[in-house]
């Protein structure tokens, strides 16, 4: 359904006059629909994660492969948050004007490390709770 929906999206995009550029943009209707998609999915994350801990047992051994459900709602929430507010693109101007630092090639490059590091931080949180995601 979600696909069906992003590529109604896509679709009516490229029949607009000025075209799709416009619209995927920084700042434009796709940054904010795909931040609402990231709500979301951390919405559903939350719930998944509030009916788990629900159908367990207090103690249970599989109590603690609930976490994931949490840190994915958290994660989708600031990815969601990051996509309008560009946190992770400003991060690199943060950090040349706290530290005052010439920018350079290299520290232009701050905010690519720092979405690497997303990506790092969820495959590790996904390997750990492989079992819980195999489930579902």
């Known amino acids: 359904m979600i696909l069906i929906v992003n ?29 609402f998609q990231l709500v979301l999915m951390a919405a559903l994350a939350g719930m998944i994660f509030w009916l788990r801990s629900k159908s367990l047992k207090r103690g249970s051994s599989g109590s603690g492969s609930v976490v994931i459900w949490i840190l994915m709602a958290i994660g989708l929430l600031f990815l969601s948050l990051d996509e309008v507010f560009l946190i992770h693109e400003n991060i690199d101007f943060w950090i040349h004007r706290f530290f005052q630092m010439e920018e350079t090639g290299l520290t232009d490059r701050i905010d690519d490390l720092i979405v690497g590091g997303y990506g790092v931080l969820g495959l590790t949180a996904i390997y750990i709770y492989r079992k819980e995601l195999k489930r579902f």
């Open 7 to 35: 590529m109604i999206v896509l679709a009516a995009t490229l029949f607009l006059p000025d075209g799709p550029g416009p619209y995927f943009k920084e700042g434009a209707f796709v940054t904010y629909f795909s931040s």
